[in-house]
């Protein structure tokens, strides 16, 4: 039985306004739909199949992860080598000892201030998940490929023939795209419990433009956050990245087995797969052949906090139950 009555029932009990999936196997899409309200306030616009989400920390595996594989495949770069103190492997494995977050846009130079102020333990002594170390991999794949934006649509989004996913969407889509926060509510918080100082917070609605603070203010992403994307085409990725259509399957199996605790090379590893969660809401996770994409808008209006990561779990337990065992090896 596809999830549809358990996310319809997640969203009547208020656990977010929107949710759209897509399931199926290494062979391809078998089910998708949609449900709720993508835009919930001040009006109400129905999510459908066609809605594109703010992926948020979706884009860590699926595109910044995925270009710095790629530029391992092609010699450009190894995995133990450094970029700014950190090896690649440290950064993509979250075992760089940098702190989980820093507001960068309320600091005059960002990389300095990461330098400065980012060290948390000592490098490879544990695992901090932190969005720093995408940063960083931001910064070495502009080095290694120009500008990332532009990567990623070259190398990962017009080779598999994708039309909803981008960065930067346009205005004219804005009726496609699901709202996130009202405001920068969450993060002025996370400022102001941190003595942070910043006067430029947005207000209003955060609709067709990043929810992540640091990817917006540094233009729409800095390779943390910043894809947006449908259920379909996130689905997409994954199932190219798991295929090795996107990088060499021996760079898709080292990816994806476990280097730190439950770290992969920019993907999560547990008894469900490997996968990958957004702050937004939303994940995708492939076990054995099998993927599945949830997207929500929970931050809308308001990033409450939920059992988001219960709801995740059932989700993908009950998609992978439902779908066949994949052909293709």
């Known amino acids: 039985m596809v999830p549809d009555d358990f996310l319809t ?125 995408f940063v960083l991999l931001y910064d070495a794949l502009g080095q290694l490929f120009g500008d990332y934006v532009e990567a990623a649509r070259t190398r990962i989004f017009e080779p598999l023939g994708l039309r909803d996913a981008m960065f930067r969407p346009v205005s004219s889509l804005r009726p496609r795209i699901a709202a996130t926060e009202w405001g920068q509510r969450w993060e002025m918080k996370m400022c102001a419990e941190r003595s942070v100082s910043f006067s430029r917070f947005r207000e209003g609605l955060i609709w067709g433009e990043t929810h992540d603070g640091n990817s917006f203010h540094a233009g729409g992403t800095c390779g943390n956050a910043g894809l947006f994307a449908t259920a379909r085409d996130v689905f997409r990725i994954a199932k190219a990245f798991a295929r090795g259509e996107l990088v060499p399957c021996e760079l898709v199996d080292e990816a994806t087995r476990v280097h730190a605790e439950d770290r992969g090379l920019a993907w999560q590893i547990n008894e469900l797969g490997y996968g990958h969660t957004g702050f937004t809401g939303t994940s995708v996770w492939v076990r054995d052949g099998r993927i599945s994409v949830l997207l929500t808008n929970r931050v809308h209006p308001c990033a409450a906090p939920i059992g988001m990561q219960s709801i995740r779990r059932r989700f993908h337990t009950t998609s992978y139950n439902v779908l066949r065992r994949p052909t293709t090896s």
């Not at 450009?76 to 960068?104: M, N, V």
């Not at 600091?107 to 490098?123: F, Q, T, V």
């Open 9 to 133: 029932r997640e969203i009547s009990v208020g656990s977010f306004p929107s949710a759209s999936y897509a399931i199926g196997t290494l062979d391809g899409l078998e089910h998708e739909n949609a449900m709720g309200n993508a835009v919930a306030v001040p009006l109400r616009v129905p999510a459908t199949a066609d809605t594109i989400y703010d992926c948020a920390s979706l884009t860590k595996p699926l595109v910044t992860g995925t270009l710095i594989l790629q530029a391992i495949a092609e010699g450009k770069i190894a995995l133990d080598d450094t970029h700014r103190g950190y090896t690649f492997r440290e950064l993509l494995t979250h075992t760089s000892g940098l702190r989980a977050w820093l507001p960068l846009y309320a600091y005059d130079d960002s990389l300095r201030a990461i330098n400065k102020d980012g060290p948390e333990a000592p490098r490879g002594s544990k695992v901090i998940y932190s969005d720093l170390n």
